[in-house]
T-cell receptor, first 114, second 109 residues
Framework: AQSVTQPDIHITVSEGASLELRCNYS??????LFWYVQSPGQGLQLLLK??????LVQGIKGFEAEFKRSQSSFNLRKPSVHWSDAAEYFC????????????FGSGTRLLVRP | SQTIHQWPATLVQPVGSPLSLECTVE??????LYWYRQAAGRGLQLLFY??????ISSEVPQNLSASRPQDRQFILSSKKLLLSDSGFYLC????????FGSGTQLSVL
């Protein structure tokens, strides 16, 4: 069965600093991988996705993620964090069957220091 | 364009009362539909999904049920709410790339 681990519950960075959020997945085949962002009390917005091809994926709002098969990881990065990036970030792995369901990690809450 | 509507936004219910949360999608046909729950401080747990009218798959045994009476309508229900049913409920549609509703904050008191 697929699963996702986000080992960091909270991360605090200073505005302008770089960011890396960790994500490890478990899946028996080539995974479909996603990063979503959630502002307080809101639904989730897709940041980026990896299906195949180039292992470095660019997303919205200046985010990128790198798929590393050998490490079963899909870490999210941003070179310079803005105060508006404070939110909760979820990594997810997608099923390759007809359900197309996504299994999410437990999330990482990002706090940004001014 | 496609839109997803979820209501109500907030709900406070006593223990033992029934529940009905509704989700509708516009601008697409035969979408895959999903109900997720987000408990305080926890991630998103997939509760149910549906790949077509009348087809419901349950991911975890619990006090809730789901129905899909129409192609673009997905309903989450309970006959008797428990305290542990409190949480933030999200409806979504799509195939791998999911689009989420704005959620329902349910408090069971």
């Amino acid at each position: 069965a697929q699963s996702v681990t986000q080992p960091d519950i909270h991360i605090t960075v200073s505005e302008g600093a770089s960011l890396e959020l960790r994500c490890n997945y478990s899946y028996g085949a080539t995974p479909y991988l996603f990063w979503y962002v959630q502002s307080p009390g809101q639904g989730l917005q897709l940041l980026l996705k990896y299906f195949s091809g180039d292992t470095l994926v660019q997303g919205i709002k200046g985010f990128e993620a790198e798929f590393k098969r050998s490490q079963s990881s899909f870490n999210l990065r941003k070179p310079s964090v803005h105060w508006s990036d404070a939110a909760e970030y979820f990594c997810a792995v997608g099923a390759m069957d007809s359900s197309y369901k996504l299994i999410f990690g437990s999330g990482t809450r990002l706090l940004v220091r001014p | 364009s496609q839109t997803i509507h979820q209501w109500p936004a907030t709900l406070v219910q006593p223990v033992g009362s029934p529940l009905s949360l509704e989700c509708t999608v516009e601008g697409t046909s035969n979408p895959n539909l999903y109900w997720y729950r987000q408990a305080a401080g926890r991630g998103l747990q997939l509760l149910f999904y549906s790949v077509g009218i009348g087809q419901i798959s349950s991911e975890v045994p619990q006090n809730l049920s789901a129905s899909r009476p129409q192609d673009r309508q997905f309903i989450l229900s309970s006959k008797k709410l428990l305290l542990s049913d409190s949480g933030f409920y999200l409806c979504a549609w799509g195939q791998l790339k999911l689009f989420f509703g704005s959620g329902t904050q349910l408090s069971v008191l």
